[in-house]
């Protein structure tokens, strides 16, 4: 209807068409999910770090697809909602203006900046404006919706349909156009995957909607399908910008394609057990009782046998690159090192870096290792394309850019989360000259640079995927762990005597054990430590690995002597590599456990607990069947013991550890211990009991950690006396204090 003034009023009522089933429930259920999807999408780019104007077009994109699906839900609950003369106009201006900010989206991607295209970007935001006044605003061939959600062709429609459909098709042009020069091979190849998902989408949406039209006779805003694929779009675009660093197509795809197999298999079954329940079941009463029996057992049975497979497909990757990467790390003859330590370098070399050609595909790799007497870093060994340099300055941008960054570094992650226009040049150009994809540095013991290693194409020109930067991770790790556990046992060596074994254990327990634990703001940590044993025994340490959170750990070896050395060492140089991955202390124990499982070195095996705290109390614990962590509430004066059960670290390579979280009070505290404690006798065969620990902590509650530990070291030898013990003792105390009073 037109009004006098010329405003256009469009009518829309909402009549679901006779098809046997409820297609309005159906079509607000599917309007619903996709608007907490939006919502969702919206609340972690807005408080996303860093965000730049590629999240900000991303927002108001998905800003318009909800404004969309908001109203199109809204009409079919409440059909009074039809007589406003403005929501069936809107209903057809947010597609068209989601389309337009999907090209700024793409325009901008990956790293450009918004003021490199005002112009364009300015542009595109007044169509959007034009678009708005065109609607609502022009007196020319109004817009019409019939009862049944169909909208009748005029030249309004079919302007709208025009824009939407011509930047379906064009606006992933800007993509390509903005990738094609730059030697990001792994964008390259997220943006093909990602327009081939996108087209995908199209496909899907063009089939629902013309199987729509054409047999079943439903119109667009009618169909209770057309969710689904837009769900898709909004999922693969969000993977595609959201963070450059985990973009993985190859494995999103794997991921949705399980979760599309495990809902028809857990619920197609479901939905024609109800439907034909009736006609097979002359029961009258309890059906409802029958039926949910039967559903459950079908479900629990359904999803045991089917959750091994899926769990199995999703990591089938990494599990492979991994098993890759151990058959790439050759054993190193140890006598041959230690006694011809000049051919140190050629053993690992040759026998490690060598293989990473033939077993995962790397066309060529170069190690470079510092020479602290030229202050390079030396080309000491490599393959593929020659190298026109043989050293690099360690003042020079290149190495500085190189050493900067800890872990796996890939060439994309240039601009994750930089412009194009503050991405280092000269570094460019050296990824560019000499095809390089990847970098990872190597460090000693005492966080120094000892080398790094450049990586270059995979064959067949694929692109590193996630799994490859996992697997890799664990390479490094490993790597470092030998050249570390290396450089120890040269040290150890040059200083044996008659009893080597003693000398070796004393010597790696001095390097290895800390003389202060890393407190941090909120959080006081102190320790008790008896080194009782020159055959092995305890360790323990703390990382931390920002500045208001911290790993406490404290490990059990056996008491073997230089077996147990190593294996110290070697949990020694894995918490210190400070990896990205090590956010929580699962990951930590399960990084440990496949390292010390496929050791060259050892077959033993470690017993631990780990431990994350942040400042405002929260912790996260894991433990390798180890002493549970015990926690102190100074409220109730009670104790608690956190209960995780798993194995020792080496026993089980396929073994994942579980973790728990909690928090602390204010002024509760952790206590970590070593069998040690408790084993200890004194001279009339007593063992200490857990009663004077539990008594000295309450006693002294009120203490600093520091404190505590003193006090429980003067309980712990008065009860002891003169007594030899041949356990090591560790106690570790993290107490939760106030800000104010935290001096450091």
């Excluded at 063992?687 to 509650?701: E, G, H, N």
Aim: aromatic residues 14%; glycine residues 4%; charged residues 15%.
């Amino acid at each position: 209807m037109k009004l006098s003034n010329g405003t256009i009023i469009i009518f829309i009522k909402s009549v679901t068409p006779d098809t046997g089933i409820n297609l309005k429930s159906l079509l607000i259920f599917n309007y619903v999910i996709t608007v907490f999807t939006s919502i969702y999408f919206i609340v972690i780019h807005l408080f996303k770090k860093k965000k730049t104007g590629l999240n900000i077009f991303f927002i108001l994109m998905i800003f318009f697809l909800l404004a969309e699906f908001s109203l199109i839900a809204a009409v079919h609950i409440h059909p009074a909602l039809s007589d406003a003369f403005f929501i069936p106009g809107l209903i057809l201006f947010f597609p068209a203006a989601a389309s337009i900010t999907l090209l700024s989206v793409f325009i901008l991607f990956p790293a450009e900046t918004i003021s490199r295209f005002t112009v364009i970007i300015g542009l595109l935001l007044l169509c959007i404006i034009f678009n708005f006044i065109s609607i609502f605003f022009t007196h020319y061939a109004f817009i019409t919706i019939s009862q049944s959600f169909e909208i009748n062709r005029n030249l309004k429609s079919l302007i709208q349909s025009g824009i939407v459909l011509f930047l379906m098709i064009a606006a992933p042009a800007p993509l390509f156009l903005n990738t094609r020069i730059a030697p990001f091979r792994r964008i390259k190849i997220s943006v093909v995957y990602y327009v081939s998902g996108l087209f995908m989408s199209y496909i899907i949406l063009l089939s629902i909607y013309f199987a729509g039209i054409y047999y079943y006779h439903i119109p667009a805003l009618g169909n209770p399908f057309i969710p689904l694929p837009l769900i898709l779009m909004m999922i693969i675009t969000n993977h595609l910008i959201y963070d450059i660093k985990k973009t993985d197509f190859l494995k999103l795809y794997k991921i949705l394609f399980i979760y599309l197999l495990a809902f028809s298999i857990f619920f197609i079954p479901v939905y024609f057990f109800l439907k034909y329940y009736s006609t097979f079941s002359q029961l009258k009463y309890n059906s409802i009782y029958i039926k949910s029996g039967v559903i459950f057992i079908y479900l629990s049975i359904s999803y045991r046998l089917i959750n091994p497979y899926i769990e199995k497909i999703r990591s089938n990757k990494f599990q492979t690159l991994l098993h890759e990467i151990n058959k790439t790390l050759m054993p190193v003859d140890e006598m041959k090192k230690i006694s011809d330590m000049d051919n140190f370098w050629k053993y690992i070399t040759n026998d490690n870096f060598q293989n990473l050609k033939t077993t995962l595909g790397i066309q060529s790799a170069y190690f470079m290792l510092i020479n602290r007497s030229d202050n390079t870093y030396q080309f000491t060994y490599g393959y593929g394309p020659e190298l026109n340099f043989q050293s690099i300055d360690i003042k020079s941008e290149i190495a500085d850019f190189f050493t900067s960054h800890t872990g796996i570094f890939e060439i994309s992650f240039l601009i994750a989360e930089n412009s194009i226009k503050s991405v280092n040049k000269e570094v460019l150009k050296f990824f560019k000259d000499y095809r390089i994809e990847l970098s990872m540095v190597f460090k000693n013991m005492s966080e120094h640079i000892i080398g790094f290693l450049l990586l270059g194409e995979l064959e067949g020109k694929k692109s590193y995927s996630s799994d490859h930067l996992a697997a890799l991770e664990i390479f490094r790790i490993k790597i470092q762990n030998l050249l570390i556990t290396d450089m120890i046992i040269d040290e150890v060596t040059s200083e044996q005597v008659a009893e080597h074994d003693k000398i070796v254990v004393s010597t790696v327990k001095n390097r290895i054990i800390p003389s202060e634990l890393a407190s941090i703001p909120g959080i006081r940590i102190s320790s008790l430590n008896m080194d009782n044993s020159s055959y092995g025994g305890d360790y323990f340490d703390s990382v931390k690995i920002s500045s208001d959170k911290t790993i406490i750990f404290i490990a059990e070896t056996s008491y073997s002597g230089i077996d147990s050395a190593l294996i110290g060492m070697e949990l020694f140089s894995i918490l210190h590599s400070r990896t990205l991955i090590f956010n929580s202390p699962e990951k930590i124990l399960n990084t440990m456990n496949q390292v010390i499982k496929t050791s060259r070195l050892t077959n033993s095996f470690a017993r631990c607990s780990c431990v994350i705290v942040s400042s405002d109390g929260n912790f996260s614990y894991a433990n390798a069947s180890h002493n549970q962590l015990l926690i102190f509430d100074p409220e109730s004066n009670s104790f608690t013991e956190i209960e995780t059960e798993n194995i020792p670290l080496g026993i089980e390579m396929e073994h994942r550890y579980s973790f728990t979280t909690g928090r602390l009070k204010e002024r509760a505290m952790g206590i970590l211990y070593s069998d040690g404690l408790f084993s200890s006798c004194n001279d009339q065969g007593e063992t200490f009991p857990s009663d004077l620990l539990r008594d000295t902590i309450i006693k002294f509650s009120r203490e600093t950690p520091s404190v505590i530990t003193r006090e429980l070291y003067t309980t712990y030898k008065s009860f002891i006396g003169t007594k030899e013990q041949l356990s090591d003792v560790t106690v570790v105390l993290f107490k939760r204090m106030p800000f104010e009073n935290d001096q450091h």
